[in-house]
């Protein structure tokens, strides 16, 4: 029994390496070693440039934004009080803060270094302009109520491609 099982042990040790004797040589050339490449050059880092021009667009926020909401809050107080004529004049003295404020993010981005954070510029005064020119938001704002409701998730809206930049840059 002792000698049946030493043979079937030593024919498990000994198939796998009469197994690799008996392998085909291979006639492909050795690989080639191919050097590394050198690396790319660092991306450029804007973080400085950035942060001068988001501190510049802190003036869209306390200047042409401040005015624009005033002007909302005049618009939802006319409505509410039913002066017609006066809603309309306030409307479009709204719109125009707002195209004004759409203008400014353009021009405080439009000299960055970095290409995406002009791009997101470009974006954010773009939603501005769309916003002052179909009024969609000012016909849903009839009231003080609205107007608390619905200001500040749309500034977030319009503001979303450049404050991402901005916030990353502090």
Known sequence: MRRALLVVLAGGLLLPVAA?????????APAVSVAPQPSLPPLPDYSVDTQQHCAQLQAVYSGELRDFGTAMGKLVSLREAKQTADAEKAETDAAGK????GAKVRQDTATARD???QAAGETSAAKFEQSATDRKYFDRVKTLTDLNNTLQPQMAQWLTPVSSFCQSAS
């Not at 690799?20 to 492909?28: G, H, I, P, V, W």
């Not at 707002?98 to 404020?101: D, E, I, N, S």
């Open 115 to 117: 290409p995406d954070f």
């Open 20 to 28: 690799c004797d008996n392998a085909k040589k291979s006639t492909a």
């Open 98 to 101: 707002l195209k004004a404020a």
